[in-house]
Structure formats: structure tokens, C-alpha cells
């Protein structure tokens, strides 16, 4: 496919992907003084679309780093500190009442008999307390939209779609090919779905560019691929190579079944679930242990119980690809009560899913890319001047809630490394680029390799010294020790 280049401008650095973690890495080059940037993205225009996203200690400490004023942003933004200002004004109204409501700060583990098993806090100020950085949630596009407000509106250009990435080693830079189509396509490994779609024929052609598509390249020193778990990058980066089998992402082994509202529940089951479960409690999972004793914690299905204006579930189910393709409503429905089913789960919660409206049924299934498919075959995050980060590199199920906060982490190690090449004035000397890539690669895949296998096998859950052991790993890491290390 021959595209004109639409310009001569060359750019230090084109992020791919308008995300959280593409819009961090560009917020941090600016923090460092490196301007001539330019964040390009798929989206027709950003929508409200996207689940809370939890920002663990480790994700805030990365994000301080990238800028404090992103930090500080996002802070003031998440549904943490908004809900407690409004939890402050409720308080101050209701002053005459004897007993007015206080609702739990807790994320409650219990086992099929109700009995709590493990929690913990969703209090910033008690996370702080013991990882010396605190913990906010935070709806995706809300994120998003506070990143984007801290950029330019000229640096971040919507409705562009990198279609192909091209190393032009006489210009010394990369050149990326993009399209902006009305007809974009959805990405059918990142959202949820409601059944009806196969996943194979929403995946995006590369080649295919419709009768209304303008087309344009752009060009720069360094490419950094930002672009989720459906990588554009990944796979021409990849293409004719011995990784070609992994440019796509894998069906991990785990799914999800949502139904975001179960409106019509008799008083009598509220109640035993509110009592049984709840028991004051915002949100909490339910769990055979007892079959958790038996096989891998992460072989059993988990159901996470909300209960907000109104009492949603999400069903994790370890099931093939196949159980789940192409179901919506009711099947998903039945599909859920049968695992719920084998499992034994009490009927309080078998009555809640069969309760459940069709039409509120949403599915997905949750996809990987592994840091290394094995010891003697690790899966290159980098090519020549192009890097990936975040799911791009590394995307992975949501269980441990580490997507977001590693690809913060990504953000950090990959500002601070070109921001070295940036001072050193290195952007045509193409092995310090590379040398830096690898560092990146040396610094980063070991961690994600042991993130990764928290995620898959759940092995943190297994014992209160196995969930110790691995909050200290990852949440009280010394990032000064890292950015010393990145930049010696």
C-alpha cells in the first residue's frame, strides 16, 4: 500500500496509543523538557468507555516519578478522594442523626458459608500507611481525560490509526503509516462484548483502508507503542520473524461474565446476601477454598459481589475460548450457573445470576502476551528505534489489578531512558538507542515475568504469607534504587 508522506516535520518521539500509558510517557518527556512529541491514537474521539481501574501503590510511585503534577491530577480525580468529599458533606448533613450509615472501607474475601477469609482496606490513608503510597480507583476514561488535559490539544491527535511502522535507516528515524477511517474497527481483546461478534472477524486488517480514509505518515527518532494488547506494532515488528507466532495476544485461560445490574431481587434473597456476604461491605469475592485447597486458587471460579444503588456481579471462570464464544443473554446465563454449579456455590448466589436480566449480560475473554514463553526464548520489547510498552509488551488478565500500574511503571523506565538519550544528545546514534531498549528489556521483564505468574496462577491468594510476601515485593519496591539503575 503506497501512503504519502504527509509531512517533512521530524519528531523526536510518536507515541502510538492515547491511553494511560501512553499519555504518562508523554506527560514525562515534557516534564524533561523534551517537546517535540506527538501522541496519536485509533479513537475516533474518547469516549466514556472503560471499568474502574485500581492505582496501587506502585502505579502512584511510577506515576510521582513521570510528573507530580500527574499525580496530584489523578489523585484529585479518582473516585477515592471524590467519594470521600461526598461522604464529608453527608456527614456534615446528617449530624442530628443517631445512627447514620457508615459504609465499610474494606474489600472482603469470603468463603461459601460467608465467613471472611482475608480483606483489605480501599483507604488511601491505610495503604499509605503500609506501603508508603497510597491507593486510588478510578474510572478508565476519567484517567484518561485528566492525562490528556496535562498535554497540549495539538500534541495528541485522535482518529489516527497506526496501520504500519517502517524503520528507514537513511533518514535515521522510524516512519509510521496511519489512517484516519470512520470505519475504525473495535479491538476485540480489550472490551467487553455481548456475545454476538466473532472475535476473529473484528480483528483489524492491516491492509484494508476504505473509500473514506485520509492518509498520513509521520516520522521520528523514536516510536513508542503504547497501543494496547491489539498492537498494531507488535505484529509488523514482529512479521517474518521466529515471534511471528506471538505477535497476536493468547487466549490466557481465564474469562469473565458480567452483569452489571440485577434490578429485580426479592426482599427475602437481599437480604441473605446482604447478611450472608455483604455484611456492609462495598464489594467483596466469594470463593470455594475449600476446592481452592484441593487444585490451583486460580483453577476456581471467583465471583466479585457489588453492592452500590443496586447488586451486580463478575464471574471469573477458568473455561476455554470455545465455552464462550459467540454466547450472549441467556447462554451466559446458564454457562454461568453451571460453573457456579460444579463448585458448589451456596444458592443465595446461583438465585442472583438466574435473576439476572438477559440484556444486562456482557462477556470477555482475557488475553496475554508473556514476558518470555520460555528461558531461552524472550519475546523482544524493542526493534532498532521502536519500543513497546505496556500491554503492548506485557498485557495480561486484570486479577491482581497490575495492567495499568505496571504499564506506569513502563511509563517511568521509558521516559527516564530517553530522556538520557535526549541529554547525551544520542537520537541519530542508533546503539545508544538500542542499548538503552535493552536496558529497558534487562530492568523490566524479570518483574513482569513474576507479576505475571501472581496474575495467572493467583499463588498470592494461596496464604496471608504468600499475599505479605508478595505486597512487599511489589508495592515497596525502592524506585529510587530503579531510576539510579536506568540511568547509570
Aim: charged letters at 20%; glycine letters at 4%; one cysteine or more.
Amino acid at each position: 500500500m503506497n501512503i504519502p508522506h504527509s509531512q517533512n516535520k521530524i519528531y523526536d518521539v510518536v507515541i502510538v496509543g492515547a491511553g494511560p500509558v501512553g499519555l504518562a510517557t508523554a506527560i514525562g518527556l515534557r516534564k524533561r523538557g523534551i517537546d517535540n512529541i506527538l501522541v496519536i491514537d485509533q479513537a475516533r474521539a474518547f469516549r466514556q468507555v472503560g471499568q474502574v481501574v485500581d492505582l496501587l501503590p506502585n502505579g502512584l510511585k511510577a506515576l510521582k516519578y513521570v510528573d507530580p503534577n500527574a499525580y496530584e491530577a489523578v489523585k484529585t480525580a479518582s473516585l477515592t478522594f471524590v467519594n470521600s468529599q461526598q461522604s464529608d458533606d453527608e456527614k456534615t448533613a446528617k449530624v442530628t442523626d443517631k445512627n447514620p450509615p457508615k459504609p465499610s472501607q474494606e474489600w472482603v474475601s469470603r468463603n461459601l458459608q460467608g465467613k471472611m477469609v482475608r480483606s483489605f482496606s480501599l483507604s488511601f490513608d491505610a495503604w499509605f500507611k503500609s506501603y508508603g503510597e497510597g491507593r486510588v480507583s478510578i474510572s478508565w476514561y476519567d484517567l484518561q481525560t485528566t492525562l490528556r488535559k496535562l498535554l497540549p490539544e495539538d500534541q495528541v491527535k485522535p482518529n489516527h490509526r497506526c496501520i504500519n511502522v517502517v524503520d528507514e535507516p537513511e533518514s535515521g528515524c522510524v516512519r509510521l503509516d496511519c489512517i484516519s477511517d470512520a470505519s475504525a474497527e473495535a479491538n476485540p481483546y480489550a472490551y467487553w462484548a455481548d456475545g454476538q461478534k466473532d472475535h476473529e472477524t473484528l480483528s483489524p486488517n492491516l491492509d484494508s483502508v476504505s473509500q473514506q480514509s485520509v492518509t498520513k505518515s509521520f516520522r521520528a527518532k523514536i516510536a513508542v507503542a503504547a497501543d494496547g494488547i491489539n498492537s498494531t506494532v507488535r505484529r509488523v515488528i514482529y512479521a517474518d520473524s521466529s515471534s511471528q507466532t506471538f505477535a497476536k495476544p493468547e487466549y490466557s485461560g481465564f474469562a469473565a461474565i458480567y452483569c452489571r445490574e440485577v434490578p429485580s431481587i426479592p426482599n427475602e434473597l437481599r437480604s441473605h446476601l446482604e447478611e450472608k456476604f455483604f455484611a456492609g461491605s462495598p464489594i467483596l469475592t466469594v470463593t470455594n477454598y475449600e476446592l481452592a485447597s484441593e487444585r490451583a486458587f486460580s483453577k476456581c471460579p471467583r465471583i466479585l459481589l457489588i453492592n452500590r444503588q443496586s447488586i451486580g456481579y463478575l464471574l471469573h471462570l477458568p473455561v476455554p475460548l470455545n465455552s464462550l464464544q459467540g454466547k450472549s443473554g441467556n447462554d451466559l446465563i446458564n454457562l454461568a450457573l453451571q460453573e457456579l454449579e460444579k463448585a458448589s456455590f451456596p444458592d443465595e448466589i446461583k438465585q442472583l445470576v438466574q435473576l439476572s436480566p438477559p440484556e444486562n449480560m456482557l462477556q470477555r475473554p482475557y488475553y496475554i502476551h508473556r514476558a518470555a514463553v520460555d528461558e531461552n526464548m524472550p519475546l523482544a520489547w524493542s526493534a532498532g528505534r521502536i519500543i513497546l510498552v505496556g500491554d503492548a509488551a506485557h498485557g495480561m488478565p486484570p486479577f491482581m489489578a497490575q495492567g495499568a500500574n505496571q504499564g506506569l511503571e513502563d511509563a517511568m523506565t521509558v521516559t527516564t531512558l530517553i530522556n538520557n538519550i535526549a541529554k547525551a544528545n544520542y537520537w541519530d546514534h542508533k546503539q545508544a538507542i538500542a542499548t538503552a531498549f535493552k536496558k529497558y528489556e534487562r530492568l523490566r521483564r524479570p518483574f513482569m515475568e513474576y507479576i505475571q505468574e501472581a496474575t495467572l496462577t493467583q499463588f498470592p491468594n494461596s496464604s496471608d504469607k504468600q499475599w505479605q510476601q508478595y505486597s512487599q515485593e511489589v508495592y515497596t519496591r525502592n524506585f529510587d534504587q530503579v531510576i539510579a539503575e536506568l540511568t547509570v
